[in-house]
Nanobody
Framework: QVQLVESGGGLVQAGGSLRLSCAAS????????MAWFRQAPGKEREFVAG????????YYTDSVKGRFTISRDNAKNTVYLQMNSLKPEDTAVYYCAADLYGRNSYMERAYDYWGQGTQVTVSS
């Protein structure tokens, strides 16, 4: 069983920054691929960013490239999402997800465990 707990969401003005954290339980966190997804009101959940088990590979959806950075600290069982130059269209609930098999996928179905989500609101 893996538990994921997100934190760091909040209200920020357009152009501002936030750093999301996702703390994971489990002794084998360092073997999981991890990702962030988001769901805006009235929309389907979408992939935002992913990172391989070692942190050596990262990948992003086009709309956040150059603004968001995903990283991880395996010693702390934590994955981060640094979000800069935020836009109102980034407003969503952000979810952390764990892929126990390291598939490095953009697809929701590849992820085995999910956090409860943290709200990010960007005002114009």
């Amino acid at each position: 069983q893996v538990q994921l707990v997100e934190s760091g969401g909040g209200l920020v003005q357009a152009g501002g920054s936030l750093r999301l954290s996702c703390a994971a339980s489990g002794r084998t966190f360092s073997s999981y691929a991890m990702a962030w997804f988001r769901q805006a009101p009235g929309k389907e959940r979408e992939f935002v960013a992913g990172i391989s088990w070692s942190g050596g590979r990262t990948y992003y959806t086009d709309s956040v490239k150059g603004r968001f950075t995903i990283s991880r600290d395996n010693a702390k069982n934590t994955v981060y999402l640094q979000m800069n130059s935020l836009k109102p269209e980034d407003t969503a609930v952000y979810y952390c997800a764990a892929d126990l098999y390291g598939r490095n996928s953009y697809m929701e179905r590849a992820y085995d465990y999910w956090g409860q989500g943290t709200q990010v609101t960007v005002s114009s």
